[in-house]
């Protein structure tokens, strides 16, 4: 029985002192009968036998008690087991549970987390579009990281956050505390090259859209404008700056829609330095001084001259933002070549993207918020909404002609008889209107007055070897256009008539321009891998960075794949305008081209849309300045630019 009860006590694997217990019982029960077999051997036997059998059975009977009340603890000792298993059972289920909500809860969490930042970001586009529609100038800023071997002391910044940056400004700088900055985009010191280009594609590509672009750097010395325009000194694929990633993108998309659109991209270097403008890709080994020429053409050009130092870039820039946030009657863009270059962009109907640099260095806090609030008032500068400019085909038709006939009224004035050939004739114009059609590259317009369908994108870097290129004239070149030319004095603009300019069109455009790129549908390759091994090899031979858009058929895949959200608004203005130009065509050709279905659906969706369309906004007409002139102050903070 007690080996029974072992077993059954091993098998419900009870509790090892339940088992010695037993053991002990069953010792005493062998040694107490051994007992009893001594005594009955000394007595009498009967005597014995019954002594004998009373003992055993009372100790028998003892033992089943005892042996029952084990049972009887074993059996509750099992119930309390059973009892503490349900209960962990149920503890874990309770955990399990629990764990499972948290997940949720924290998954949910998660999910409101992003959907906050996306809050945020579809905040930054709205309000970007905006600005966009507004027409303001678009501001970036990007801190610098701590670069090997500086202190890497407390930073200046406090903390970023999207479009919003913290300064911590100590008492010497005024009311101590966290002053925040706000602009359409903050990059904080890790954000790559690759990052602050995505955000700025878009922007790039509406250059294919037929809109003048331009993006330009400013900050302090040593803050990154170079590293953001152009990259660091050792250029790797990852390294590359924006201008390099700008123009292998335009050269990718013009691949791309190699079979609808043919994209004429050239560029232009141009260094201003000290008031000084140079061609950086002066083929003859020396760097050529040039001059900034303003026709309503082609915009702001250079043709080769000298340049008298006007005033400092740093106020020039300064006083042109302040004219057009106060939206003041005259702006002075000429009181410096910088500012007269950017003309078109600052004042124009360009998309302008200012990248505002800044160190992070606590000892250069006075020049960093005196940077970040110049941005800031940069931001807040309303030029009127963009606009395409092939959109302007019949007006700038009449400026031309208008413009054309101011010239005959001057010649006239200054005792030259003016032949009435100097207005357009009908096979001049239907010669224009057919070069609008042409589904090729769009010829370059020569006549003065007129405005430029070209997109030219323009490269400029101020500090060191900076560039940049020229800008297409836009409406808004007006003024300046017959005074400039009559009171040039450059020997390398050309005293030619109307008639020889339209006949040489491409050197009235730009002497220093070269195609470096037509047709070639590897080109976009080509270009990338060229730039990354020479390192800034644009001086190769290559020169003039102009990216014309061109055929007004444009299919609508070649429009639109490269617009972002906020360019939707900008997109509809350009489809609005195709079907005038369309009607400009069938009127100007006497065998007009048939229209391909694909277009006159264009026609029909873009017709429904005009009244989307915002009005841009007008800017009184630009007069030939008469500021005084300001001198010169070896200002610290820089540009570089890229248009
Ligand atoms: N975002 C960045 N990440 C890493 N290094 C950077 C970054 N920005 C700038 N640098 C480095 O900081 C140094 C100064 O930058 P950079 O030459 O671009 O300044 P800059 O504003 O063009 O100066 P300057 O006006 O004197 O020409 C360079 O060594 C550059 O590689």
Redesign the pocket.
Known sequence: MAATTTSEMNNNDLPFSVVSIVEDVLQQHSTRSSDVDEEAEENSPSQVVEEKFQRTHFEHYEEQEILRNQQKHIQELKQTLNTTKAGMQLLQMKYQEDFFHLGKHLNGLAYAATGYKRVLEENRKLYNLVQDLKGNIRVYC?V??F?PGEPTGLSAVEHIEEGTITIRVPSKYGKAGNKPFMFNKVFG?S?TQEEVFSDMQPLVRSVLDGYNVCIF?Y??????????MTG??ELTEESLGVNYRALADLFLLSNQRKDTTSYEISVQMLEIYNEQVRDLLATDGQTKRLEIRNNSQNGINVPEASLVPVSSTDDALGDVISSLSQKTSHVPYRNSKLTQLLQDSLGGSAKTLMFV?ISPEADTLGETISTLKFAERVGSVELGAARVNKDNSEVKELKEQIANLKMALVRKGNGNDVQPNSIPTNRERISRRRSLETPTIRPKLPTMGNTSSNSKPQIM?L??P?AFSDSTASSRRHSLDIHELMKSSSPAWPRQSLEDRESKSGEWIDKHEELIQDHNPNSAEQFYQSMVPQQHSLNGGKQDFEVQSITDNESDEATASDCSDSDLLWRLSVQVNVPRVSNVQNSANPKPKKIQPRTAKLSETRSLIPSLIPAPSKRLPNTVNSQPQRPTRDGKR?L?LGT
């Open positions: 990007r610098r990281p670069l010191p954000a750097a900050g302090q010395t040593g803050s990154g404008k170079t590293f953001t660091p000194k640099h870097d500090s060191g900076e820089r570089s």
